[in-house]
């Protein structure tokens, strides 16, 4: 597949598009409207400037990746598409009714549908269009040009040649490692991330500990490369709840109930590294 779209330019979508431009794929990428595409391409380019910087991407190849990428809020440019990659907001409703607008504006009758989702079921996206065989869960980890995940969620329509495909183009073309989940809200490594994040934040509600000695516990105790409440802050504090939420709702498990500091926070506007502030600090948009 070398056609590739990308719907939703935040954390996720330009990470992921970052990705697809550097290992030789033509990329549209659609956000909602002017504004969000020229954030949407600013944040791809600081990235590979980034990467530059730090001696991990020649100029050369990022000049090449930034030629293979289209930044639009035109969704008739996914028209020939042969893979379109969903990476908008963890909300049921939008990414519905985004499947529904995909089906009607992707062209290429074997293309794949996939979704970014952390914790929305695929089949809920896959019977909203009209060729469920051929929509797919491709969950990637961010920071998407670093971590070298992606976990893999066939619903119970997807058929085996398109769980193939979008396996070979997460291996083969992007070099990523694939591991293999049901189609459960959470997959694999939320289902084991999320209640560690959730105990971490009903921990600092408690007044049990700070936040710094909370962080600096998992980090200096067991190695981990930043603590609970910098990775939800990294995460996103909207999302960490959304996606609790959807756990929640399908497992009914206490541990996964958002605590109400998160609800708290996150109607505050306090949604971590990409508000300036979360559980810590951060320069705006970092
Ligand atoms: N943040 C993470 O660490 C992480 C990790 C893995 C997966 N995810 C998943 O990736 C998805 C995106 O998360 P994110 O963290 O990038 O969110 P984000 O808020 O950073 O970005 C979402 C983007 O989608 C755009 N958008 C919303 N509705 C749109 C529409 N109808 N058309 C076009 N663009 C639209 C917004 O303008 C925004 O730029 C979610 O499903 C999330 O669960 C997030």
């Given amino acids: 597949m070398t056609l590739v779209g990308v719907l939703g330019c935040g954390l996720m979508g330009s990470g992921i598009a970052e990705v697809c431009a ?107 269009t009209e060729r469920p065989t051929q929509v797919i869960g491709l969950h990637f980890f961010n920071p998407v040009p670093v971590l070298p995940l992606v976990e893999l969620v066939p619903s119970l329509m997807t058929s085996p040649d398109t769980s193939e495909r979008a396996a070979s183009f997460a291996t083969e073309v992007l070099g990523k490692n694939v591991i293999r989940s049901k189609d459960r809200a959470g997959f694999v490594v939320n289902a084991l991330l999320i209640p560690y994040l959730l105990s971490a934040i009903r921990m600092l509600e408690s007044g049990f500990a700070t936040a710094a000695d909370i962080d600096a516990g998992m980090v200096h105790g067991c190695a981990h490369p930043m603590g609970p409440l910098a990775l939800t802050d990294l995460i996103g504090l909207d999302t960490t709840m959304a996606v609790a939420e959807s756990m929640y709702s399908e497992f009914k498990e206490p541990l996964y109930a958002p605590p109400p500091l998160l609800s708290r926070m996150v109607e505050a506007g306090l949604l971590g590294r990409k508000s300036g502030r979360g559980f810590h600090e951060y320069r705006k948009d970092v």
């Fill in 22 to 128: 550097r290992n030789g794929r033509d990329v549209v990428v659609v956000e909602a409207d002017p504004a969000a595409v020229e954030r949407g391409r600013a944040k791809v380019l600081r990235s590979m400037e980034s990467a530059v910087a730090r001696g991990k991407l020649p100029s050369d190849d990022m000049d090449r990746a930034v030629e293979r990428l289209v930044f639009t809020d035109d969704w008739d440019s996914f028209g020939d598409r042969q893979l379109v990659i969903e990476a908008i907001s963890e909300d049921p409703d939008i990414k519905v009714a985004a499947f529904q607008q995909l089906d009607k504006v992707v062209g290429t009758s074997d293309a794949i549908l996939a979704s970014n989702t952390s914790s929305i079921p695929i089949m809920k996206l896959a019977t909203a």
